[in-house]
């Protein structure tokens, strides 16, 4: 069982960065497979990017991939999404997500994962 925790989030203005850091808890990090999503208010949970365990195989969505990236330190059980160029519309909770894997990425649904942390929060100000 992996136990995920996100850090990072809080309150930026428009055109500002955040990195944002998931940590796992098991001693099997690197067998997973891991992903970020978001939920924005009265939205669904969205797809924002994926990680191979080894950190050499990604995958963005397509209205993500020019301002986010997303890599993981399996030495220090943490992934992160480093996101740049903010906007309004980026405010939401975004989560961590992990699935047992040993190639490539998961998929972009939230049923392709098994463990979920809590969500951090990031607000964007205009």
């Known amino acids: 069982q992996e136990h995920l925790v996100e850090s990072g989030g809080g309150l930026v203005q428009a055109g500002g960065s955040l990195r944002l850091s998931c940590v796992g808890s098991?001693?099997?990090?690197?067998?997973?497979?891991m992903a970020w999503f978001r939920q924005a208010p009265g939205k669904e949970r969205e797809f924002v990017a994926a990680?191979?365990?080894?950190?050499?195989?990604?995958h963005y969505a397509d209205s993500m991939k020019r301002r986010v990236t997303i890599f993981r330190d399996n030495a220090k059980n943490t992934m992160y999404l480093q996101m740049n160029s903010l906007n309004f519309e980026d405010t939401a909770v975004y989560y961590c997500?992990?699935?047992?894997?040993?190639?490539?990425?998961?998929?972009?649904?939230?049923?392709?994962?098994?463990?979920w942390g809590q969500g951090t929060q990031v607000t964007v100000s205009s």
């Open positions: 098991g001693r099997t990090f690197d067998s997973y497979a």
């Open positions: 990680v191979s365990w080894s950190g050499a195989v990604t």
């Open positions: 997500a992990a699935v047992i894997r040993s190639q490539g990425v998961a998929g972009p649904q939230i049923s392709d994962y098994d463990y």
